[in-house]
């Protein structure tokens, strides 16, 4: 394969959806209470929070960069994205 490290193959891009549902759903867990994280018998859901959220538009970020350099360089055109819940 000749593919540049650049370069965002849509396998990539569709398991970064599937995990940023799987998240996504675990921000919403945390949120409703649901689901806690304690460390020393603190709560420390909302850092988690906070983190996931960061984390998870660091690596959109990351996606959609790829996927304009891999249009840019080869004329490519991705599939639209599926709508993302927001954050």
């Known amino acids: 394969m000749n593919r540049k490290p650049d370069q965002c193959p849509d396998r990539i891009v569709q398991r970064w ?9 675990q921000l919403d867990m945390f949120a409703t209470g649901a689901l806690t994280l304690k460390s020393n018998g603190l709560n420390i859901a909302p850092a988690a929070i906070s983190d ?3 984390s998870i538009l660091v690596f959109d970020a990351l996606i959609s960069r790829g996927q304009a350099d891999q249009r840019q360089v080869s004329g490519y055109i991705a599939p639209s994205p599926s709508a993302r819940p927001s954050l």
Do not use: T, V
């Open 17 to 25: 959806r599937d995990l940023r549902g799987m998240l996504i759903q």
């Open 52 to 54: 996931l959220r960061r």
